[in-house]
């Protein structure tokens, strides 16, 4: 599951909303509890953005490595809400930062889910120029996940930006190469295609609303299906 970090502000301007980060964390417990396992990929942009970051001066390459940070800084936060909750989960990292989290190894990942643990893989790919979209792409592909749950503030896939474009109108599904041809912004291009690649089908949902994890799971239509 992707998540985004700027979803995590709620409705402040900056940082982490503690009644956000705990819907977030009761949703994936309701689900944890019926058995499926669970791998999470959280954004930073409530924190800081490496591109952004480099368009006001920042060396790129430090200023992902300051985004790969805030993923931390993120991941942290939802372990903590989930252990509150009585969940049992681990914090992997893409780099070497014990004792905050483990050195993320793709059968660590794996047996820590066949145990019940709720794997949450931070600090992105470890490398920069490389979005949070693609670390969740890279991690799905290779725990073999069935799918990449998005969650997002709308409620799918759209012709336009449904927040500023009233005449948008939402697919119920759509394939990698129809989101690549009409350019949409699902995720950045590199994470696309290694979906694409490596036919990992991807689930774009609102997050946001309390429950819709669960419909999800359960079937309901509720969002858009990306796929080969």
Not at 109 to 127: D, K, N, P
Request: proline content about 4%; glycine content about 12%.
């Amino acid at each position: 599951m992707k998540l985004s970090g700027e979803s995590l502000m709620g409705n402040q301007g900056y940082g982490i909303d503690p009644e956000r980060l705990n819907d977030y964390a009761q949703q994936i417990k309701e689900v944890s509890e019926m058995g499926v396992q669970i791998g999470i990929v959280i954004g930073g942009g409530n924190i800081f953005r490496g591109l952004s970051g480099s368009q006001k001066g920042f060396d790129r390459v430090k200023g992902d490595q300051m985004g790969m940070c805030a993923t931390v800084i993120n991941s942290l936060a939802l372990s903590s809400a989930l252990g509150a909750l009585g969940v049992k989960n681990k914090v992997l990292t893409a780099i070497r930062m014990e004792p905050i989290g483990e050195f993320y190894t793709k059968w660590k990942a794996v047996e820590a889910m066949e145990a019940g643990y709720v794997c949450i893989f931070s600090a992105g790919t470890g490398s920069p120029y490389f979005t949070t979209d693609t670390g969740s792409s890279l991690r799905g592909i290779e725990i073999e996940a069935d799918v990449m749950l998005k969650g997002t503030r709308v409620d799918g896939i759209y012709t336009a930006d449904p927040e500023k474009d009233p005449t948008a109108t939402k697919f119920d599904d759509i394939s990698y190469d129809e989101i690549l041809s009409r350019g949409l912004k699902v995720m950045d291009l590199t994470a696309t295609c290694m979906c694409k690649e490596n036919n990992l089908p991807i689930y774009v949902f609102n997050m946001d609303i309390v429950g819709n994890l669960k419909k999800v799971m359960d079937g309901e239509p509720i969002g858009t299906l990306v796929h080969p």
